[in-house]
């Protein structure tokens, strides 16, 4: 009887002294994210952009150590996805890929994208349930245009190619028909293109993205980071606003 209370209490010592396992005791030396190298001016090919600078600054704020890897917009999603990094951006919030990734609640930033034709094209969409059956529209590959384009976009032939500036030229010189771009992106490129950004119109708002840092799904450290991050995103547009305030 006296030995087995002794071994219950060794079991009992063992189970309740035992270091808990938490979230914050599980942190990662570094936070390893991917960031895309084509979306400028909020990405470039170095990854330089208004997206990284927010980006830092909430991380650096929120006293998170992290590695930055640059690489195609694909690719970061990709090693997300599997783990191989704990987070990528810029990626929009919608059904696809909430069904992938794990979200916070706080955007990097906002922004919006349009449907745009050449200038002298005379149509009168709304929406791109407006558009017709086999228009022939430039996207970029892996990139997210919204809920309303993932219903409608087996109507219509994409042409789906890796950068800004194609798209521009496809759609000047007549080899598609439409596109969808994200305006600051759009404005951008046809600078750096040295054309008249009054070549292409914007003939309706596609929608505005809310970007985010996506991370993987079942890491369970996810939630930790994405709550950081989300205090320090709050925390620094609070201080953001009360100085705007201010200056009023």
């Not at 002294?17 to 936070?31: C, G, T």
């Not at 992938?100 to 009168?124: H, I």
Request: glycine share 4%; aromatic share 12%; proline share 3%.
């Amino acid at each position: 009887m006296r030995l087995a209370l002794i071994i219950s209490l060794i079991i009992y010592a063992f189970i309740f002294n035992a270091p808990s396992v938490h979230a914050h005791e599980l942190k990662y030396d570094s936070l390893k994210i991917a960031i895309e190298n084509s979306w400028p001016p909020y990405a470039d090919e170095n990854g330089q952009g208004y997206s990284r600078d927010i980006l830092e600054h909430a991380l650096k704020y929120a006293d998170i150590e992290y590695e930055i890897q640059v690489e195609p917009y694909t690719r970061a999603l990709y090693l997300t996805e599997i783990g191989t990094t704990n987070a990528c951006l810029n990626v929009t919030r919608q059904k696809s890929t909430e069904a992938t990734y794990y979200f916070g609640t706080e955007p990097l930033l906002y922004a919006d994208a349009y449907f745009f034709v050449e200038a002298n094209k005379d149509v009168s969409f709304k929406s791109l349930k407006d558009v017709p059956d086999q228009f022939n529209i430039g996207v970029i590959i892996g990139y997210e245009y919204g809920d309303i384009y993932e219903q409608e976009k087996h109507r219509f032939n994409l042409t789906e190619v890796r950068s800004q500036e194609q798209i521009i030229q496809m759609l000047h010189t007549g080899r598609i028909d439409g596109a969808i771009m994200f305006d600051e992106v759009y404005k951008y490129n046809i600078e750096q293109m040295g054309l008249d950004e009054n070549i292409l119109k914007r003939v309706f708002l596609n929608q505005t993205s809310d970007i985010y840092v996506a991370f993987h799904k079942d890491d369970p450290e996810s939630k930790y980071y994405a709550d950081k991050l989300d205090a320090a995103l709050k925390a620094l547009r609070a201080e953001d606003a009360k100085i705007n305030h201010s200056g009023d």
